[in-house]
């Protein structure tokens, strides 16, 4: 990583906080790498890879608080920025209960090495692999029900990084943390979408959700006017339908 890790500089801006003014801060810092793959109909539609970091700042003055964020971590925008923030702080209510947590009370372990929230895995997982992963989503979804002959598409993402947090009363802690997740829109046939929205909840149902036509109930002879309404359609899975 270029440049000050996340808690080289939640630590620095806790201190310009300090030098600005502010009784009690604390600041959280993250850094991330983030890609988004989409497919429609077993075809790649979307491929997006971006960095993102932000940095949030509180302060607390006499039980005033001001709670402030940026994007723009240079050296010279981190001074403006805690100066800002301190001076917002003092034209905000007071709150009796403001506060950071007593020192005593405070985390002696500075990393998250014990809760699972990094999977080094997340490193090496290539962009092919995503839109493998994206494809066999909405493939699981296409054949679950012979009625499902449609999709929307279906989308990966993942993000893996650092977050950081540091306060005025000397705690910090920073750990690495990978997410990801998955999600596929299937459509069904309109037939079928008709009839359960007319029949009702069938028992053992998967549910989908979709967007479907519906005719208005108000327009003039000969033509119908078509809008668009959210449904949630549950379909019966293969083996439950059998059974009846």
Not at 118 to 140: N, P
Not at 157 to 173: D, K, M, V
Not at 198 to 207: F, M, R
Request: with cysteine.
């Amino acid at each position: 990583m270029e440049g000050p890790t996340p808690l080289e500089i939640a630590r620095n801006v806790v201190s310009l906080a300090r030098r600005a003014g502010a009784e009690q801060c604390d600041a959280i810092v993250s850094m991330y790498t983030e890609a988004n793959v989409t497919v429609r109909l077993g075809e790649l539609e979307k491929l997006i890879e971006a960095g993102s970091m932000s940095l949030g700042l509180r302060v607390i003055n006499g039980g005033r608080t001001a709670v402030c964020s940026t994007s723009d971590l240079s050296p010279a925008a981190l001074e403006r920025f805690a100066a800002e923030a301190v001076d917002l702080a003092s034209i905000s209510e007071p709150d009796e209960f403001a506060g950071l947590p007593e020192p005593e009370l405070l985390s002696r372990a500075t990393t998250a090495a014990g809760l699972s929230l990094y999977d080094e895995h997340m490193e090496t997982l290539s962009t092919d692999e995503r839109i493998r992963m994206a494809k066999a989503c909405e493939g699981a979804a296409l054949g679950f029900d012979a009625r499902v002959n449609n999709s929307d598409g279906a989308s990966l993402s993942t993000r893996i990084g650092q977050l950081a947090l540091a306060n005025s009363y000397g705690f910090e802690g920073s750990y690495p943390a990978t997410s990801i997740s998955s999600w596929s829109r299937p459509l069904p046939t309109m037939p079928m979408a008709r009839s359960v929205m007319a029949t009702g909840t069938p028992p053992n149902e998967v549910s989908i959700d979709s967007w479907i036509p519906k005719r208005s109930a108000v327009s003039r002879p000969g033509e119908p006017s078509i809008s668009w309404a959210h449904a949630r359609l549950r379909l019966a899975s293969p083996r439950s339908s059998s059974n009846r």
